[in-house]
């Protein structure tokens, strides 16, 4: 079984940055399509960023396109979550998550079978 853990969360002010890393462990974590969720308080889990595996293919929700940017380090087994210009509506719980590689496009957490543990992200106005 993958385990996935995360690190990078913390509190910045609106404008600001951070980072967000998501590292593998207990599998081969070669071949996968990564993402990343977030869930605020009373909301459901929801879509941020996804890359794929086939040419590092990377899309993100409408929400934080041209903002955020999600990468991969094939060799260190890590997933990466460039956030810039936060704004205090992206405060919530962040995931990273896996599945295994194929050609489908999804945003739907019910098809990823990895999952991290989640790490606090809260923006200050």
């Known amino acids: 079984q993958v385990q996935l853990v995360e690190s990078g969360g913390g509190l910045v002010q609106a404008g600001g940055s951070l980072r967000l890393s998501c590292a593998a462990s207990?599998?081969?974590?070669?071949?996968?399509?990564g993402g990343w969720f977030r869930q605020a308080p009373g909301k459901e889990r929801e879509f941020v960023a996804g890359?794929?595996?086939?040419?590092?293919?990377?899309y993100y929700a409408d929400s934080v396109k041209g903002r955020f940017t999600i990468s991969r380090d094939n060799a260190k087994n890590t997933l990466h979550l460039q956030m810039n210009s936060l704004k205090v509506e992206d405060t919530a719980v962040y995931y990273c998550a896996s599945r295994a590689a194929s050609w489908i496009t999804t945003r739907n957490p019910a098809e990823y079978s990895y999952w991290g543990q989640g790490t606090q992200v809260t923006v200050s106005s």
């Open positions: 890359i794929k595996w086939i040419g590092e293919r990377p």
């Open positions: 207990g599998g081969t974590f070669s071949s996968y399509d």
